[in-house]
């Protein structure tokens, strides 16, 4: 059974920093593109960043680029998000998620597998 567990949200202040982590298990998604999303209350579910099965091609939306990072670590089946420079409106739920393809791409339906979720709030 595939399996995704977000964590490392929290609570921090506004300029603060926060890295969350995405454990895979129940295959390997060496191959497959992987992603961050989040939601924010009465919002749809936003693309955030995406990473490539090589972690050679990333993707970010507008609103985090130049502070978001994502990475991965293949032999360890993780993908992580470090978030410095947070805002407010970065207070949302975050989730992983993983696409069975190789193209890095950003719309929710294209991917296959999803977390529970961590909360991240970004007080003022």
């Known amino acids: 059974q595939v399996r995704l567990v977000e964590s490392g949200g929290g609570l921090v202040q506004a300029g603060g920093s926060l890295r969350l982590s995405c454990a895979a298990s129940g295959r390997t998604f060496s191959s497959y593109v992987m992603g961050w999303f989040r939601q924010a209350p009465g919002k749809e579910r936003d693309f955030v960043a995406a990473i490539s099965w090589s972690g050679g091609r990333t993707a970010y939306a507008d609103s985090v680029k130049g502070r978001f990072t994502i990475s991965r670590d293949n032999a360890k089946n993780t993908v992580s998000l470090q978030m410095n420079s947070l805002k407010p409106e970065d207070t949302a739920v975050y989730y992983c998620?993983?696409?069975?393809?190789?193209?890095?791409?950003?719309?929710?339906?294209?991917?296959?597998?999803w977390g529970q979720g961590t909360q991240v709030t970004v007080s003022s």
């Open positions: 998620a993983v696409s069975q393809t190789i193209l890095v791409i950003t719309t929710p339906r294209s991917y296959d597998y």
